[in-house]
């Protein structure tokens, strides 16, 4: 069993910046994780995703170039470093883990991800 716990979600101006944590416990078998968002009125979608261990990172094309992953293995914690934020990044994001692999990385697709958390706020104002 998984458990996930994000943190560091806010309000934040347009061009702003936040860091997402996401605390991990338990054994991630797939060896993939990600960051995910739902928008008001709409669905869940891929942000990022990350190969544990390796630097293989994958991107929604909407945030690639703003938004990084990234893991710190001593800590059990993933991060997702988001800057120039955008009033569009206004969602509620989520942290999964044991997600299916998509060579060279993982992939972005919510299904394939089983263990979820209670997910983190973050908005963005113009």
């Known amino acids: 069993q998984v458990q996930l716990v994000e943190s560091g979600g806010g309000s934040v101006q347009a061009g702003g910046s936040l860091r997402l944590s996401c605390a991990a416990s338990?054994?991630?078998?797939?060896?993939?994780m990600g960051w995910f968002r739902r928008a008001p009125a709409k669905e869940r979608e891929g942000v990022a995703s990350?190969?544990?261990?390796?630097?293989?990172?994958r991107y929604d094309g909407s945030v690639e170039g703003r938004f990084t992953i990234s893991q710190d293995s001593a800590k059990n914690t993933l991060y997702l470093q988001m800057n120039s934020l955008q009033p569009e990044d206004t969602a509620m994001y989520y942290c999964?883990?044991?997600?299916?692999?998509?060579?060279?990385?993982?992939?972005?697709?919510?299904?394939?991800?089983?263990?979820w958390g209670q997910g983190t706020q973050v908005t963005v104002s113009s």
């Open positions: 338990g054994y991630t078998s797939s060896g993939c």
């Open positions: 999964a883990s044991d997600g299916r692999r998509l060579w060279p990385g993982c992939s972005t697709e919510p299904s394939t991800y089983k263990y």
């Open positions: 990350i190969y544990l261990g390796t630097t293989n990172t």
